[in-house]
């Protein structure tokens, strides 16, 4: 109490009033400066004008070195001052919050001594005088609103974590031990993004080589999405499920694959505490990017909010958890991918100063990690694949400035190759003996399988520079590399040499990762218009898709048909039956 009064007694009536009055003036000042910095804030675009007309230049100047260099410079000049103005805005936030608090707080004091000191009262009048009554309700405050608010937070953590009902009001049960499998043709399984193998590889020749939407040609059905996001379908027998999202709900939808009903819809309940700036930033990645897994039993997506839950198949929520504020420039796109009963989710965020990205292997029916480890490396884009090379399993990630393999099993490192710099968004490849790794201004990099800690100049087969994909993925049969980029080039390598066999150009750019089905490429542009070629030493095409809207998701392929998700809508495709 005397060091309470000592230090109140630094505060008399001129210091006190001296206090109100700075605090309240540089409270003012700084609210003016953040409406200056917000009226000019804004999210940082994905296409910047000047960026995209010196790609143009480069497109048709690739030997141009000096162009990439600016362009490099100029990316990363735009990168920093979205994340500066940012950091000034969330800085501007904190100093406003403590001013004010000190504003407040001076002002009372203020209060306390203008206050006069009573008179002296009666013993028979102090229960009834209204300063009495005044500090009972005080006290009674201090103590009762803190108890309600721990009350109601702890309410809130009970009702949302981890048992949640869904939309139809069901409460799904905690599982008590792991299903028995659904059992399915393997031609009606596509449970991850790319595929089982996350390869984009199928075989079947009954698969349609030209369609067009607006003419219903070779169309089964066609049916409009009921919310936002570029997650492509996922299918396990009959059920086909998709992803929807924006800054209010996030949900798992999911169709009759035969017809296209709608079977349910689940909008996650979870923890997350969101701020308003995620409602501003969602840009065109969105909050829906990522694309679910399934193991027929559960079905498991990830948010751009880095939300994360997992879902049974009658559409009841088992588990979810939250992990924090994304931090990252362009939106969370990363899709988990599934290995038996385990969810691998590669969660890059942070910057080169400022990292805090994870790897994580979670049950599915759970949600309990099975490990989860730090990665040296700041935010990307990329979805992780899970290959079997030389008798053993591999997960391998892609981002600046590595390409690392772990063990799926234990989540310990085996290898990794400093061969990627910049935005790495496109899934790194694997076939006979080699991973490719590859992103835009920096360079596509053939690696040997086989390698053990830092394999940079050891295992490093071929690289190449130009012309390199900002998003989209590559595609492989084991002989031939093809790797499609955003400005609509499209190239193919010799996989054991790095050499070019052909280039051809195309008028718009790809973001979605093509698929090969036997000898025939699939490649869709931003634009909607899906191009059929073979897989040879000339190019040669042999049929066009067309959906009459924008495209940028990856295909899914069951029973001799494709589902793909465009803008709007979601298509089934196939040849008359």
Known sequence: MHMLDNLLALFDRKTTIYLVAASGVFSLVVIIGLCFDGLWYRPMPVFDVPLLEMRETLRKNPQDQALREEIRHLDQVVRQDFITTRKRLLVGGYLLFFSLLI??????????????????????????????????????????????????????????????????????????????????????????????????????????????????????????????????????????????????????????????????????????????????????????????????????????????????????????????????????????????????????????????????????????PRWEIPREVPCSWSTPILVESNGRSELITAADPWAISYDPVSGKEIWRAKVLSGAVAPMPASCNGFFFTATEYSQLAAIKTGGQGDITETHVAWTMESDLPDVAGMVTDGKLLILPNGTGKVRCFDVLTGKRIWTQEYDNGFWSNPTLNGDLVYMTDMEGTTFIFKLADKYEEVGQGKFGEPVLTSFAVADSRFYVRGEKYLYCLGKPQ
């Open 103 to 368: 504003f407040v707080l001076s002002l009372r004091r203020w209060t306390v001594l203008q206050q006069k000191l009573p008179e002296p009262l009666l013993l028979s009048q102090l229960a009834e005088h209204p300063q009495a009554q005044m500090n009972l309700f005080r006290t009674l405050a201090f103590f009762c609103i803190p108890l309600a608010l721990l009350s109601l937070y702890g309410l809130s953590y009970l009702k949302h974590h981890p048992q949640i009902v869904n939309e139809a009001g069901l409460q799904a049960p905690q599982p008590p031990g792991p299903p028995l499998e659904i059992l399915v043709p393997d031609n009606q399984k596509w449970p991850q993004l790319r595929g089982p193998k996350g390869s984009g590889v199928v075989d079947d020749p009954n698969l349609p080589v030209s369609w067009d939407v607006e003419k219903a040609e070779n169309l089964v059905w066609k049916v409009e999405i009921p919310g936002k996001g570029h997650s492509s379908p996922v299918i396990w027998g009959d059920r086909l499920y998709i992803t929807t999202g924006d800054f209010e709900s996030r949900k798992v939808l999911c169709y009759q694959r035969s017809d296209g009903n709608l079977v349910w819809s689940c909008a996650l309940r979870t923890n997350a505490q969101l701020d308003e700036e995620l409602k501003e930033d969602e840009g065109d990645t969105g909050l829906a990017a990522p694309t679910a897994v399934t193991d027929g039993h559960y079905i498991v997506a990830f948010f751009g909010t880095n939300e994360i839950a997992g879902i049974d198949r009658e559409g009841r929520q088992i588990w979810s958890r939250w992990f924090g504020p994304p931090d990252s420039d362009f939106g969370i796109a990363s899709s988990p991918i599934l290995s038996g009963s385990t969810v691998y989710l590669q969660l890059d965020q942070g910057s080169k100063e400022k990292k805090h990205s994870m790897l994580y292997a979670l049950d599915i029916a759970s949600g309990k």
